[in-house]
Nanobody, 125 residues
Framework: QVQMVESGGGSVQAGGSLRLSCVAS????????LAWFRQAPGKEREGVAS????????TYADSVKGRFAISQDNAKNTLYLQMNNLTPADTAMYYC??????????????????WGQGVQVTVSS
C-alpha cells in the first residue's frame, strides 16, 4: 500500500482559505485515482474531490464546487486541495486517499485502498 501523509490543516474564520497537501511514498502503475474525503463528528465519511490520472478528470461534491480545487504534482508525489470561501459546514477531518485503478465511483470511500491519517480543518463563524 501507499503511505500517505496530510498536512496544512488548521483553524480559520468563515470566508478564509486553506491548502491541504498529501505526500505519498510511491505510486505503482500509470493510472490511479486520488481523492480527498472528509468526516465530521457523527457523520459518514464523504467524498470531496478526486482526480483520475488516466484522463486527468476531476470530480467534486456539489457542496464544494466552485470553492475547492484538487491538483497534483507528479514530480513530488503530492496531492493538493485548495479550499476557498470556507464555511463552518466545512469543518471536519480531511483525508487523502488513493487507488491504483479507476474506481466505479470517484467519491465513494469503499473504492480506495490507501489512506492518510487525516488532518483537522476547523472553520469558525
Amino acid at each position: 500500500q501507499v503511505q500517505m501523509v496530510e498536512s496544512g490543516g488548521g483553524s480559520v474564520q468563515a470566508g478564509g482559505s486553506l491548502r491541504l497537501s498529501c505526500v505519498a511514498s510511491a505510486y505503482t502503475g500509470r493510472s490511479r485515482s486520488l481523492a480527498w474525503f472528509r468526516q465530521a463528528p457523527g457523520k459518514e465519511r464523504e467524498g470531496v474531490a478526486s482526480i483520475y490520472t488516466g484522463t486527468y478528470g476531476e470530480t467534486y461534491a456539489d457542496s464544494v464546487k466552485g470553492r475547492f480545487a484538487i491538483s497534483q504534482d507528479n514530480a513530488k508525489n503530492t496531492l493538493y486541495l485548495q479550499m476557498n470561501n470556507l464555511t463552518p459546514a466545512d469543518t471536519a477531518m480531511y483525508y487523502c486517499a488513493a487507488v491504483a485503478s479507476r474506481p466505479l465511483a470517484f467519491l465513494e470511500p469503499q473504492y480506495y485502498s490507501s489512506w492518510g491519517q487525516g488532518v483537522q480543518v476547523t472553520v469558525s463563524s
